[in-house]
């Protein structure tokens, strides 16, 4: 069994960000104010490993901001405050959050030499229109530029997408998960848009300049993109901003922000599976009793928030009855569905 991992987070808002896009409030979506220094990540290091079992394979990880595009000395700075945790094998590796437009082959060959593992690369669009009305300050050209130096290397590349930015579509969303797709990270992460307040894109929001993202459109969306990635066998680690208190206290002042935003995009996938199955098995005569089996621990996740895939199926096929059986040797994570005989319990 491979040791549990541990990720020591120290959160960077607006690090060295050479851009203020229409979306970003890092203070906001991070909670965190402080700027760090050798000595904070040195305090937050301390901190943690007091709770972290020996035997963990533990990781720092600089989360928001841009860390490549401050100096090279700060990024020195900040990375060296690590190295001596590493030298005693108390962390085992460290990554980080940059843009395409701040990464080069000696800023990467400064990364590797302080035991950095992970790049996670914020391409949040592959499409220049996306990109433009967002105010990235860079290009699809400049995402792929940035992936090929990286894949050059043995570090780790995590790209993260964002949808329902300005101009986007869901057209636009499923061409941006091809593309990425095509460039074969190690894994994604996906981060539907929150309007966050004190950003443009709020002030875009109230004068009726941009239409808001709901939960809704992006549960649909990322039911469609996610399952891209998983037949193309990339791990999406992440769906949805990670709920903070100031988040939930009002900062998040609409679009695709859902504590349970996972589970729903998981729920909806499960509902376009049973409706395939049902299509395939019984075309227009749908038996009125039906058993689904899903696997260990996916009981609720398949039947929905209210049973709303439960009553969905219903409705729509006329079914009477509906039995969710969980088959524990299937495990929750494959997405395993069976339907079976009423009468095959």
């Known amino acids: 069994m491979r040791p549990k991992r541990y990720i020591i987070p120290v959160f960077v808002p607006h690090l060295g960000c050479p851009h203020n896009c229409v979306f970003c409030n890092q203070r906001r979506i991070s909670g965190q104010v402080r700027p760090q220094t050798a000595q904070t990540v040195k305090e937050e290091i301390e901190k943690a490993l007091p709770r972290i079992p020996d035997e963990a394979e533990t990781e720092l990880a600089f989360y928001g901001g ?29 990554r980080l959050s940059t843009r395409p437009d701040c990464m080069d082959r000696e800023t990467v060959e400064r990364l590797l030499s302080y035991n950095v593992k992970t790049v996670e690369l914020g391409v ?23 992936v090929g130096i990286i894949r050059q290397t043995n570090l780790e590349l995590i790209l ?12 636009k969303a499923v061409a941006t998960a091809e593309k990425i797709i095509e460039l074969k990270p190690d894994g994604v992460r996906i981060y539907p848009t929150v ?36 037949k193309a066998g990339i ?29 729903m995009v998981e ?39 209210k049973r709303r895939n439960v009553l969905e199926l219903r409705d729509k096929y006329g079914i009477r009855e509906i039995k ?9 994570r494959s997405q395993y569905l069976r339907l079976k005989k009423y009468n095959d319990e």
Do not use: W
């Open 66 to 94: 841009s860390f490549t595009a401050i100096s090279p000395s700060q990024q020195e700075e900040l990375l060296g405050a690590v190295r001596p945790y590493i030298r005693e094998n108390k962390i085992k590796s460290i």
């Open 124 to 146: 949040q669009s592959l499409d220049d229109e996306v990109l433009r009305l967002s105010e990235r300050g860079h290009s699809q050209a400049d995402a792929v530029r940035a």
């Open 160 to 171: 993260q997408m964002m949808t329902g930015l300005p101009g986007d579509t869901a057209d």
């Open 195 to 230: 309007i966050v307040k004190d950003t443009p894109l709020y002030d875009m929001y109230l004068e009726g300049r941009y239409k808001e993202h709901t939960v809704e459109d992006a549960v649909e969306i990322c039911s469609v993109i996610v399952p891209m990635f998983r």
């Open 235 to 263: 791990p999406v680690i992440r769906l949805g901003l990670n709920p903070t208190e100031e988040l939930s206290g009002g900062a998040a002042a609409g679009g695709a922000y859902h504590p349970a935003l996972g589970q």
């Open 267 to 305: 729920s909806r996938i499960y509902l376009k599976k049973a409706e395939e199955i049902v299509k395939e098995t019984f075309g227009g005569s749908v038996p009125d009793k039906l058993i689904f089996e899903v696997g260990r621990g996916q009981k609720s996740t398949f039947i929905g928030q």
């Open 324 to 332: 969710v059986l969980e088959n524990m040797e299937e495990s929750g």
